[in-house]
């Protein structure tokens, strides 16, 4: 009698390896998804605390220049509003800040990669993201935002 295995059961075994593999390769991206869209959503939350900060000192939220906040960031930052200029964890670009004349309003708006996310707004005119219209870099539209109060 011959010790060993057959070629059906090493199959067998193999294939139940790799769809075990797999399983496990497609929870571990979720969570880095839902790991990157939690830190978008916190990111947004510290710039929106920080703009609220600065209009109680000054009356009127800072503008940007063509939606770059950049220049935004730079000025919460130097005035000591916020600590550090945060990207995105993704792509490593700054946010995108749109801001209204005259200095009254402003909207943060991000890309969110879980589009099963219940914070994710589908594009319409109440979304606080040009109706999710407006680029948020290599990643897609900005489907997520957070505007004044």
């Known amino acids: 009698m011959k010790k060993g295995f057959t070629l059906i059961e090493l199959l067998v075994v193999i294939s139940i390896i790799m769809?075990?593999?797999?399983?496990g390769m497609t929870s571990y991206q979720n969570a880095q998804k839902s790991g990157r869209d939690g830190r978008r959503k916190a990111d947004l939350k510290q710039v929106q605390s920080?703009?609220?900060?600065?209009?109680?000192?000054?009356?009127?939220?800072?503008?940007s220049t063509g939606g770059a906040i950049s220049s935004v960031l730079d000025i919460l930052r130097i005035n000591n509003y916020i600590s550090s200029l945060p990207e995105d964890p993704k792509t490593g670009n700054l946010y995108y800040y749109v801001s209204a004349s005259?200095?009254?309003?402003?909207?943060?708006?991000?890309?969110?990669?879980n589009?099963?996310?219940?914070?994710?707004?589908?594009?319409?005119?109440?979304?606080?993201?040009?109706?999710?219209?407006?680029?948020?870099?290599?990643?897609?539209?900005c489907n997520y935002g957070v505007k004044n109060p």
């Open 19 to 23: 769809i075990l593999v797999a399983i």
């Open 115 to 141: 589009t099963n996310d219940p914070d994710v707004k589908s594009p319409s005119p109440l979304s606080p993201c040009g109706a999710g219209t407006i680029s948020c870099g290599t990643s897609g539209n």
């Open 50 to 63: 920080a703009l609220e900060m600065y209009r109680a000192d000054n009356n009127f939220y800072p503008s």
């Open 102 to 113: 005259p200095y009254s309003t402003y909207n943060l708006c991000a890309y969110i990669e």
